[in-house]
């Protein structure tokens, strides 16, 4: 194996020991000369014992650890990577039907397989690496995913433009690797959804919030609903679907609102039910009425991608929810969202309490929410667990 070799300081060797996927710059001692960025590395503990073969970057995070086997990372690891993946898919139940045909098959180092993300939407594959060794292997992954899906898989979309690492050099490209242009509908629970894989955010879709949505529509009989942050109008159908009496999207972009739209008309056709406003969140909330929805949700982008943005998105989280509390109608719901990894659930639920205490109002908790189980938590990774949620009761 001609693989080059990092070694570690002296002491450093406890986190890989404990199969946690990330080897941070502080811990390298060493690297063989000639390392470049995405290269296969071996990783050794200060007195030459091997600990784990990845990815090699720059910034904080020396090494993604692909595997703590000392083996070859090639065709054959992929393949049984990627097939451990959809057999676990499989296994609890996310499979194509006529009512659902889109799910994560790939959720990094919840799957172990640190920078890579790979969605399905009915006969195409999304693909984004957040590393530049995924993004080196990114056709050869493609290809496993053609196989492993027995046909299911036709198309592979590569986004990752906007998700490597700024730095890198590696003039990455949005496109096919295999297949073509198709249709980009995707059915979630009976309902239908248009994505834009090719401009839109993520993938295309938040398939992350589909449990969460499904728990939204049993509150919406009879409710009117506020959905902040829109975007596609996921929330936005179920709350139609589950008997909402109305309900009001709003999003600062213009794209999100036509798409929101889009997706209103397939579901449920001219509902005047359904109105969407193309606004800034914060001053949506200062100018509407007190009482004027019953039943809030609050899905905002990450407000921090990284832990030097955490104190003014907790005063961002803290401030959106105090506004919410001041205007829904006593005895409403409020579903709030952090989708920031920066943001463990005891700080996001400090600040949402801190919210309710500016309030003044009673604020009880219904539900405590994450990811579903397409979005696996390695146990030994628990900074995977980005999405938390809470449902609250307001008097």
């Known amino acids: 194996m001609s693989y080059k070799s990092m070694t570690l300081k002296k002491g450093k060797e406890s986190s890989p020991d404990r199969f946690h996927p990330w080897v941070f710059s502080g811990a390298v001692a060493r690297a063989d000369k000639g390392l470049e960025e995405g290269d296969i590395v071996r990783v050794l503990a200060s007195d030459g014992r091997f600990l784990g073969v990845g990815h090699c970057q720059i910034g904080s995070i020396a090494v993604r650890i692909l595997s703590f086997e000392d083996r070859l990372i090639d065709r054959s690891f992929w393949t049984e990577r990627l097939t451990a993946a959809y057999q676990m ?10 009512r659902h045909n889109c799910f994560r098959l790939v959720h990094g180092e919840g799957d172990f397989l640190p920078g890579l993300v790979v969605d399905f939407y009915g006969s195409t594959a999304v693909m984004q690496a ?26 592979v979309f590569y986004k990752s433009e ?20 198709t249709d980009a509908v995707a059915y979630e629970n009976g309902l239908q959804f248009a994505i834009d894989w090719a401009r839109g955010q993520k993938t295309g ?25 829109c975007y596609t109008g996921g929330f936005s159908c179920y709350a139609m679907r589950g008997g909402a009496s109305l309900v009001h999207s709003v999003d600062s972009s213009a794209k999100a609102i036509d798409l929101t739209n889009s997706n209103i008309q397939s579901n449920f056709g ?62 409403g719901i409020l579903f709030t969202f952090s989708c920031s990894q920066a943001v463990s659930k005891e700080q996001f639920r400090l600040a949402v309490f801190s919210a309710a205490v500016m309030s003044g109002r009673k604020v009880r908790i219904l539900h405590q929410l994450t990811q579903p189980a397409d979005h696996p938590v390695n146990i030994c990774h628990p900074e995977g667990e980005y999405l938390k949620g809470l449902v609250l009761y307001v008097e």
């Open 162 to 181: 906007t998700t490597l690492p700024y730095k890198a050099d590696t003039e990455a490209e949005n496109g096919y690797l295999i297949g073509e242009d």
């Open 130 to 155: 957040h590393s530049v060794g995924m993004h080196l292997h990114r056709q050869e992954i493609a290809q496993c995913l053609v196989d492993i899906s027995e046909g299911k898989i036709k198309n």
């Open 89 to 98: 898919r499989l296994g609890i139940g996310l499979d194509y039907t006529d």
């Open 205 to 229: 879709f938040f398939i992350d919030q589909r449990e969460n949505r499904m728990l939204l529509e049993r509150y919406a009989p009879g409710r009117k609903v506020l959905n902040m942050f």
């Open 270 to 331: 001219d509902d005047a039910r359904h109105t969407a406003y193309v606004e800034d969140a914060f001053k949506f909330l200062d100018r509407m009425e007190r009482g004027s929805y019953d039943l809030i949700v609050l899905d905002p982008p990450a407000f921090a991608k990284h832990r030097a943005a955490l104190k003014n998105a907790l005063q961002g989280y803290k401030r959106l929810n105090a506004k919410a509390f001041e205007k829904i109608q006593p005895g």
